[in-house]
Nanobody, 127 residues
Framework: QVQLVESGGGSVQAGGSLRLSCAAS????????LGWFRQVPGKEREGVAT????????WTADSVKGRFTISQDNANKTVFLQMNSLKPEDTAMYYC????????????????????WGQGTQVTVSS
């Protein structure tokens, strides 16, 4: 069983920054992909950024490209999402996700690819 615990959410004014962290349990050594998704009430959960844990390749949604950066600390099994130049439309619940034990080459921004999810951390951006 993989456990993912997010932290770092909060409220910020537009133009500000936040850094989300996701601490993964040791079982995630079998997860090729870790990522961040977000969801607002009434909408589908959408991929924000993902990273391949073995080669460091990243995928980033067009809506946040140039503003958000995903990174990882493999030694501590932690994945980060640095969010800069935040906009009100970035307001959402942000979820950490991990793939299961299957070998995965492309860490696509598709929720169907991910087997494990954290509880989420709220990000609110005011104008």
């Amino acid at each position: 069983q993989v456990q993912l615990v997010e932290s770092g959410g909060g409220s910020v004014q537009a133009g500000g920054s936040l850094r989300l962290s996701c601490a993964a349990s040791s079982n995630t050594r079998s997860s090729d992909c870790l990522g961040w998704f977000r969801q607002v009430p009434g909408k589908e959960r959408e991929g924000v950024a993902t990273i391949h844990t073995r080669n460091g390749y990243t995928w980033t949604a067009d809506s946040v490209k140039g503003r958000f950066t995903i990174s990882q600390d493999n030694a501590n099994k932690t994945v980060f999402l640095q969010m800069n130049s935040l906009k009100p439309e970035d307001t959402a619940m942000y979820y950490c996700a991990a793939t299961g034990g299957q070998r995965t080459v492309l860490c696509l921004l598709s929720r169907a690819l991910y087997d494990y999810w954290g509880q989420g951390t709220q990000v609110t951006v005011s104008s």
